[in-house]
Each structure stands twice: as structure tokens, then as C-alpha cells.
């Protein structure tokens, strides 16, 4: 055989039942597959320990094939990315870029209230409900493949150029108990974005920074380390008191590098710390002083600033507010 292509098993338990009227089950796929293995043309098969077929609930099927693999680390690089979440823009790098949300549910959301409906119309139990089900499951399935297909594809190219990635901790359960953002929240895939980026790092030997949820990144001047009272969801940009004009999300995602590169700098865990250090619950990290950032370089271009330059100018996250200690 020649050619060979994952959905070759169930190709055959196809055209068993097509022609010949035949059920083939999983075992005599298995054993399909384990008379392939010895044929030349698919003798790399015997590499492969487990042969998985799955249904998922829009009708599709896949065959998963465990094997042993080895992945290179990436080259080495010297770029460093602080990345904000949001909603106005899905991701803001604190090289200024920002990634906008594509919508991928309010694309679909026509389609699958109408599709909904139609389920809705159906009898219990019956050939036309199963049939309307399927074509809900399909807009569903539909929006969750262009969503995984460009969070897989924003994690690769942040990984491929950058060696340390810094990234929130984010509530995204806390935050979906507010109904007027749940739908926006659960679309943007920031869970899904989270666990891609960490696996993908540990694949290609790359630096993944999550800080504390606490840190007050939006709030805090990038400039001067002044930390502002309050900013309503409504403010885009302002302006601080040190006369530096800040973009929300951009000033957001520089003060997270920041913090992410103090706790490089000062020996702390790239997770975030989870002691409750006082009645409020709140992190030990989060409890420095507002010059947590003063002195911070901005990064320009692609985020190019060595990591050396960028840690001799933050403060340590164990400094007091009475003392200045700098990182050695």
C-alpha cells in the first residue's frame, strides 16, 4: 500500500459495510492495522503504541496515533514579551502590537441561534431531533476549530521569536460570572491560549512568566511607577500625573514584562504564589511599593531589549516599602 493516511481504518470499516454489508468493529480494526504493520510500505506503524478512533459530537471521526517523538529546542533568542488579555483587543504585547479579536462565536452566532431553534422545534426522541442536534453540534464544532486554529497559531509564533514570555494569571471563572462579559470571556479562549503557550514553551525551551492576578498591571504608570486610583473599563488611555500618556492595554502589558523580569531577577517561581500573606488573601508579591517599575526602558521594535538590561532597572518583589534595594 502506498499512500498511507490516517483515516485509511476507517476508510475500511466504510466500505465493509458499504459493499459487503459488514460491521467491522474496534477489535478488527486493530487487527487491520497490526497486519499493515508488517506490509514495507507501513512498517514505520510498528513505531506507534496506541490507535485511538474517536467520534466527537458533530459526527466526526479521528484517529489518533501515540508515538514517540522528539522535538528540538528552538535557538536561542534574546526577545522578551509581555502579553495583556483583553476583550477590546485579544492579546496586547508590550512591544505595542496588538492582535485583534476575531469574533469567531459572533461570526456564528446567526447560524446557531437559527440552528437552535430549529433543534428546539423538534420532537423528543425523534429522527429529526437527533439530525437538528447534529447541525448544532456542527456550528459549535465549526466555531471551536477557528478558534483552537489561531490560538495554535499565535503560540507558535510567540514562542518561535521570543526566549521569555510573560503572562497574567487570570480568573477567567471569577470573570464569567459577569454575564454582560461571560460571552466575550469564554469566546476569547484565554484558558485554551494559557495551556497551549505552557506546553509549547516546555517543547522548545522557552521561558513562560505567569504573575500574580493582584499586580495591579493596568493601573501602574510604565514611566514612573506611579500607581493611579481608578480606572473604569471605559478609559482606553490616560494620562499620568508625570505628564506620560499611556495606552490601557500597552501599558498593561509593559508593566507584566516588568514583573515577569523582577522575578527572573530575584530567584522567584515562575507560577504564581498562591500564601495568603494577609486577611485580604492577597499574594506577597502584589504588596510592593508603587516604584515597582520605575526606571523600566521601553521596549522598542520586536521586543529586541536583552533581558540584562531590563532586570538591572526593576525592584526586587520582596523590597518593602522603606527600603530600595536593587537586584545585584
Not at 486493530?30 to 478512533?53: H, I, Q, Y
Request: charged content about 25%.
Amino acid at each position: 500500500m502506498s499512500g498511507w493516511s490516517a483515516t485509511w481504518p476507517l476508510a475500511a470499516r466504510t466500505e465493509a459495510w458499504t459493499l459487503r454489508r459488514e460491521r467491522v468493529t474496534y477489535n478488527a480494526t486493530s487487527a487491520m492495522l497490526t497486519g499493515w504493520k508488517k506490509t514495507d510500505d507501513l512498517a514505520f506503524l510498528n513505531e506507534v503504541s496506541t490507535v485511538t478512533v474517536s467520534q466527537d459530537p458533530a459526527g466526526r471521526w479521528f484517529v489518533s496515533l501515540l508515538c514517540d517523538d522528539r522535538i528540538e529546542p528552538a535557538p536561542a533568542t534574546t526577545a522578551v514579551v509581555g502579553v495583556d488579555a483583553g476583550l477590546d483587543s485579544l492579546f496586547t504585547l508590550s512591544t505595542g502590537e496588538k492582535i485583534p479579536d476575531p469574533g469567531h462565536e459572533r461570526r456564528d452566532r446567526r447560524r446557531l441561534a437559527r440552528a437552535q431553534r430549529n433543534l428546539a422545534r423538534k420532537a423528543r426522541g425523534s429522527a429529526n431531533r437527533a439530525k437538528a442536534r447534529l447541525a448544532v453540534a456542527r456550528v459549535h464544532a465549526r466555531v471551536a476549530d477557528r478558534r483552537r486554529d489561531h490560538l495554535h497559531k499565535l503560540t507558535t509564533r510567540l514562542v518561535r521569536e521570543t526566549q521569555t514570555i510573560v503572562i497574567e494569571d487570570l480568573a477567567v471563572r471569577n470573570m464569567m460570572a459577569n454575564h454582560r462579559l461571560a460571552r466575550a470571556v469564554s469566546d476569547a479562549g484565554w484558558r485554551q491560549f494559557r495551556s497551549m503557550l505552557g506546553y509549547r514553551a516546555d517543547w522548545y525551551g522557552r521561558d513562560l512568566v505567569v504573575v500574580d492576578r493582584w499586580f495591579p498591571s493596568t493601573r501602574l504608570c510604565s514611566g514612573c511607577g506611579v500607581l493611579a486610583e481608578h480606572l473604569p473599563l471605559a478609559v482606553r488611555s490616560w494620562t499620568c500625573r508625570c505628564g506620560q500618556a499611556h495606552d490601557r492595554d500597552v501599558n498593561a502589558a509593559r508593566n507584566i514584562l516588568a514583573e515577569g523580569l523582577s522575578v527572573i531577577a530575584c530567584g522567584g517561581g515562575v507560577r504564581p504564589h498562591r500564601e495568603s500573606s494577609s486577611r485580604t488573601g492577597r499574594s506577597s508579591v502584589k504588596q510592593e511599593p508603587p516604584g515597582a517599575t520605575q526606571g523600566i526602558p521601553v521596549p522598542s521594535g520586536r521586543g529586541g531589549l536583552s533581558r540584562s538590561a531590563m532586570v538591572r532597572a526593576v525592584r526586587c518583589p520582596e523590597d518593602s516599602g522603606q527600603g530600595a534595594r536593587r537586584c545585584r
